[in-house]
């Protein structure tokens, strides 16, 4: 019943830009811990990029391209993707956890959230 969806994904050629969104229902996401993971075959998920109260997180290999926002007059969160490499293709989910009871000392911890949205697919290749 409590749901997140992403949307945004897509092809893009390196050094493109694309803007992930994800939207919640059921829920507040003003009141959560909002983080994007991805995952490629044959590879762990990966935490890329998270908001809450204000601060973000990202990862070594995203930091300086990548932004995390939200709007909450519209319940969403987004992450924009700037200079994109062939290693950043992967499926981009969003996930979720109360702020009240989320560690941010382990904000890359795919096991640390309790709502995940679907995934978008996002494709980098000339």
């Known amino acids: 019943q409590l749901q997140l969806v992403e949307s945004g994904g897509g092809l893009v050629q390196p050094g493109g830009s694309l803007r992930l969104s994800c939207a919640s229902s059921g829920f507040t996401l003003a009141t959560y811990a909002v983080a994007w993971f991805r995952q490629t075959p044959g590879k762990e998920r990966e935490g890329v990029s998270c908001?809450?109260?204000?601060?973000?997180y990202y990862s070594d290999s995203v930091k300086g391209r990548f932004t995390i926002s939200r709007d909450n007059s519209k319940n969403a969160v987004y992450l924009q993707m700037n200079s994109l490499q062939p290693g950043d293709a992967a499926v981009y989910y969003c996930?979720?956890?109360?702020?009240?009871?989320?560690?941010?000392?382990?904000?890359?911890?795919?096991?640390?959230?309790?709502?995940w949205g679907q995934g978008t697919q996002v494709t980098v290749s000339s």
């Open positions: 996930a979720a956890k109360l702020s009240s009871v989320w560690d941010p000392w382990n904000w890359r911890s795919h096991n640390g959230y309790n709502y």
């Open positions: 908001t809450n109260g204000g601060t973000e």
